[in-house]
């Protein structure tokens, strides 16, 4: 019986799991979380990709495009410095 709640819990909590490649962020983008709200990236469905003086930012939802604008500098600089690592 054990085993059987163990298998289900398993089952139940690894069904929302998405990783970023299955959201849509290529393997190449160096990084696995959301700059904006720090959330997985692939955790809320689809990816939303934004571009800010030519660098692609994955986002992990709608919701963090209207930060992402009010400072995509910043935001950008994050995924620049995540690159040259």
Known sequence: M???LTL??????GAGIVSAADAGVPATY???KCVV??????TMGKAV???????????????????FNA???KFTALVKAAEKK
Not at 37 to 42: F, I, R
Not at 49 to 67: A, E, F, Q, R, W
């Open 2 to 4: 054990k085993l059987i």
């Open 8 to 13: 289900l819990s398993s089952l139940l909590l």
């Open 30 to 32: 160096p990084l696995k």
């Open 37 to 42: 709200s720090d959330e997985d990236l692939g």
């Open 49 to 67: 990709k934004v571009t800010h003086d030519g660098t692609d930012v994955y986002l992990c939802c709608k919701s963090c495009i209207k930060k």
């Open 71 to 73: 400072e995509a500098a």
